[in-house]
């Protein structure tokens, strides 16, 4: 499943996209401990496979969130998605 | 003096409905599925996996109590009780409340199997349009998401985005629709769709001299731009389905095909108690799962 958590506002779309079915594979699940805001947490999805999510009190806030991340000018590689072994997770800006 | 009570443009007629040629007396598994929304909780029962009954009402100010209203309404209306079901799941933004829930499933998946069901297995993207977030699902032919969005930060694009501009040009809510066809020329679209500033551009219009029904179809046109930007992030493949409160205002729905190029599929029930009907399936497969006869989940 393609899941985008996230909101599209007046100031732009701001979307993190996880590829789940990658996420019922891959032991450890990284990208929650690599994460320094605590976006993401691991749920069972309702048709049985261990996934993670976006935590739901973070959804409504995420250019906040990973602010701290997406410095302006030359931004480095993202925490989250350089843990993802899988390449399962994109940003939408 | 006596102050004449203040008319609610917005509110929306509360109901219920039983198939009259059904009786949950001769049903093997009775199962019921709950959607306690941020504007409307819905109840529906199932009789062996088939739509029964269902009741609607507005959302009261706790979960449970609105889960309570809803099933009260369809009880009255079958002569069923609680006892009487097998299994109850719960879904909506209250789900996690319900204590009376054997489980709780989220919306988008129970929003899937509710609308694989009332659109026939070749649906592929629904659009639901609920009361205060707008949710983009692509599923498979069993009703399995694949894909899915949802928008719950802004009321543009949902059912309190239209309350308000319905209360405001003190315009019934169902007749917003209509009413946005009504006009010599399609407006652009208004610049804004928040719903703070819609309302004072809404206003701002009113005073350049544009009709109410120009001033409601701009802000269709608005609503419509806004949901098919959501909907191109996870792609549209026929059929198309819409389910949610505003899935009854042609104004945005027409507006919106008319953007995406794909019509949506119509259909005879009320798409307002897709959640609901979806919790009610997932509660019937669950229930058989339950007992040792599996179905898919
Ligand atoms: S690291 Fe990648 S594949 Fe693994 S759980 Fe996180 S998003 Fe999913
Ligand atoms: S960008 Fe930073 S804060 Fe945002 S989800 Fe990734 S690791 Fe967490």
């Known amino acids: 499943m393609i899941a985008h958590y996230g909101y599209q506002d007046a100031e732009g779309e701001f979307f993190i996209t996880i590829d789940t079915d990658r996420c019922g594979r891959c032991d450890g699940k990284p990208c929650v401990a690599a994460c320094p805001r605590g976006v993401f947490t691991v749920e069972e999805d309702p048709y049985g496979d261990t996934v993670v999510a976006v935590d739901d009190r973070r959804r409504k806030r995420l250019r906040y969130e990973c602010a701290g991340c997406k410095p302006a000018g030359d931004r480095p590689s993202l925490p989250c998605v350089r843990a993802c072994p899988w390449g399962a997770m994109t940003h939408s800006w | 003096m006596m102050m004449a009570p203040r008319q609610e443009y917005w509110r929306w007629a509360e109901g219920s409905w039983a198939d009259p040629d059904r009786h949950w007396k001769d049903a093997r598994v009775v199962t019921l599925g709950i959607d306690v929304g941020s504007v409307s909780s819905e109840a529906v029962v199932c009789l062996d996996g088939e739509l029964y009954a269902f009741s609607t009402v507005r959302t009261a100010a706790g979960s449970v109590e609105s889960a309570e209203n809803a099933m009260k309404g369809v009880f009255e209306r079958t002569g069923l009780r609680f006892d009487d079901i097998h299994y109850v799941v719960g879904t909506g933004y209250g789900r996690v409340n319900l204590p009376f829930a054997h489980k709780a499933i989220t919306e988008i998946a129970c929003h ?54 319905a209360d405001l040009l003190e315009v019934p809510i169902e007749e917003l629709g209509p009413r946005s066809f009504d006009i010599d020329e399609e407006p652009a679209a208004v610049s804004d769709v928040c719903v703070v500033f819609a309302k004072s551009e809404a206003m701002a219009r009113l005073k350049d001299g544009w009709s109410k029904n120009k001033v409601i179809a701009a ?18 493949e026929p059929e198309f389905f819409i389910t949610g409160g505003i899935s009854k205002n042609i104004g945005v729905v027409r507006r919106i095909e008319e953007i995406i190029g794909v019509k949506a599929l119509p259909t005879p029930y009320d798409t307002q108690i897709a959640g609901a009907l979806g ?16 179905q898919a989940a």
């Open chain 2, 112 to 165: 899937g199997r509710g609308a694989n069901y009332m659109g026939g297995p070749s649906v592929r993207t629904i659009l639901d349009m609920g009361g205060q977030d707008c949710k983009a699902i692509r599923v498979d032919e069993r009703g399995k998401v694949t894909n899915f969005l949802m928008n719950d930060k802004c009321a543009a694009g949902t059912g309190r985005g239209m309350e308000v501009i």
């Open chain 2, 279 to 294: 919790a009610a399936l997932f509660a019937h497969a669950l229930y058989l799962k339950a007992r040792g006869k599996p």
């Open chain 2, 219 to 236: 802000y269709c046109r608005a609503m419509a731009e806004r949901v098919a930007a959501l909907l191109q992030r996870v792609g549209v």
